[in-house]
Each structure stands twice: as structure tokens, then as C-alpha cells.
């Protein structure tokens, strides 16, 4: 029987000062929750840092690193007052580091809607890739991804009221077809004031739309949709009255507005497992 050979070392683990490790260009996270930074501030002062930082190299040269993944950890080490800090140090092309702190950071699921558009749109950007190509590597399907992009269209001041007031992703894509800032601005604090859930709020907008000119109404959340919609909302309806924990939900492509229904394949012993999907 052959013996193995010796383990070969891989990514080893140095101490970098925290003063040559640069914030990566690629960081699509913009807020950071001081009280959860101070959580796990006090985690490492107690147990040590369990999982080093990841850094490249300054391709310009000098005792300088780019941090390519653990922006929280390192943070967290700076607040303590730590003068070093384990990191691994990896050769990566410029792209690939992009790839790697986006994907990090999605996998946390705490970026907003807009710091989520704003790394993607950045990565391909600077890695010159398609849309379809950052969709594969992302593992995302290319009409979220298109969906997300779409909301960089709204003015960074509408940006940043609904991210502080906490309106999520679908009320966002709704204001898009409203013109102008301060018209969408005005919706959105209207929206605020009387607590409108995402589907009142498509409703209210539609309302502001008005009808195109031709008799059309402007494309997105229209009201011959909902009429559409409608015999299928309630046949969703009535799967949950009978106890089935079925899912519905409407995205908007660039030319198709999408209603996805999806039953849980144990749902029922009787029915076989759908998802259908109605487009418009």
C-alpha cells in the first residue's frame, strides 16, 4: 500500500499589520451596523479571530494588501486597537478579486438592493463580462440580476431615502416609471405616511401614471395586469386555504412581466408538484 505523501501547504496563514491593508475598490457594502460590529468586536476579544482575512497584494507595489474578503473582521480588529491581524494571501487577477469580495458579501444577505446592483453593475464594468457571463458566476438568474441593475436608474437621493427608511426592493422597482426625482420622492414618502404594503403601492403609482398617449398605460404593475392576475391570486388563495404553503411571485423582464407560482413537492400526496409560470 502506497503512503501518502506530505500534506502540501496551501493559503497559509501570516500576520499583517492592520495599517497595510487597503479597503477593497470592489466593496459594494456602503452602511456598516456599529452595534454589530461592536458584537463581534467582543467576540474576538474573547475567542481570538477564527477565520483569518483574505488579501491580494498591491500590484503597485510596496508592503501594501488589498482586502479581498473579511471587511468586518478586519474592522472589527481595528476597533479593539490590533495592530496585526492573520490574513492568507492569494494571487488573484483584478476581476477575480472583484468576483470574490461581491460573492462574499452577497452570501450574507444583509447588503441592500441598491449596494447589491451597485457591485454587480461595478464588476461588470471592470471585468468588461456580460451580463449573462456575471449571472453564471453569480448563480443568479440573469432576470434578477437584470431587475437589480434596473433599480441603479432610480436618482441616488430616492437611492437613499428608501434605503433609510427601509422600502424594499419591489416598491423601488415601482417608482421607476415615474419621472423625475422629485416626483419619485414624493410618492415614496406618501407610501411611508400610510404604511403601504408593496402591493398598495403599485396600485398607488399606477394611479399617478395616467394613460400613455394612444390609450396605453406606461408599462409596469398596469391595471389590465391585475384584472389578468386576478383569477390566478385567488386560485393561490384558495391552495392556502386548504393548507398548502405555495409561494406567488411577480417579476418584471425587459419585455414580460412574469407571475411564478411555486408548491413545495410534498404539498400534497393527491396533486403532483407545478410551478407554472403565466407571462404578459
Known amino acids: 500500500m502506497r503512503m501518502p505523501g506530505r500534506p502540501k501547504a496551501l493559503n497559509q496563514v501570516v500576520s499583517l499589520p492592520v495599517g497595510s491593508i487597503l479597503p ?7 452602511d456598516f451596523n456599529l452595534e454589530e460590529l461592536d458584537t463581534l468586536a467582543r467576540s474576538i476579544s474573547q475567542n481570538g479571530l ?5 488579501v491580494r497584494k498591491d500590484p503597485a507595489g510596496g508592503n501594501r494588501y488589498f482586502l479581498i474578503a473579511g471587511e468586518r473582521r478586519l474592522l472589527a480588529c481595528r476597533r479593539l486597537g490590533y495592530e496585526e491581524v492573520p490574513a492568507i494571501i492569494t494571487t488573484v487577477p ?22 447589491e446592483a451597485e457591485g454587480i453593475y461595478a464588476l461588470m464594468k471592470e471585468s468588461g463580462l456580460s451580463q449573462q457571463k456575471v449571472c453564471a458566476m453569480l448563480a443568479k438568474p440573469q432576470p434578477t440580476v437584470a431587475n437589480k441593475l434596473r433599480l441603479l436608474r432610480l436618482d441616488p437621493q430616492v437611492r437613499q431615502f428608501l434605503t433609510d427608511h427601509g422600502i424594499g426592493e419591489r416598491i423601488a422597482r415601482a417608482l421607476l416609471p415615474l419621472e423625475g426625482a422629485d416626483r419619485q420622492l414624493r410618492a415614496a414618502r406618501h407610501i411611508l405616511q400610510n404604511q403601504m404594503s408593496a402591493r398598495q403601492a403599485e396600485s ?14 406606461a408599462m409596469g404593475y398596469l391595471r389590465d395586469l391585475r384584472i389578468l392576475f ?6 393561490v388563495e384558495e391552495i392556502k386555504r386548504c393548507g398548502i404553503s405555495v409561494q406567488a411571485q411577480t417579476t418584471e423582464e425587459e419585455d414580460f412581466v412574469c407571475y411564478t407560482i411555486r ?8 396533486a403532483a408538484p407545478r410551478r407554472e409560470t403565466v407571462s404578459a
Request: charged share 25%.
Open 24 to 30: 477593497s475598490p470592489h466593496q459594494p457594502r456602503r
Open 50 to 54: 477564527l477565520s483569518p482575512i483574505t
Open 94 to 115: 483584478e476581476a477575480n478579486a472583484a468576483v470574490l469580495t461581491l460573492i462574499e458579501n452577497l452570501h450574507r444577505q444583509d447588503l441592500n438592493c441598491f449596494e
Open 204 to 217: 398607488y403609482i399606477s394611479t399617478l401614471l395616467g394613460p400613455r398617449k394612444g390609450g396605453r398605460r
Open 230 to 235: 386576478s383569477p390566478v391570486d385567488k386560485a
Open 263 to 270: 408548491v413545495p413537492k410534498k404539498a400534497s400526496a393527491k
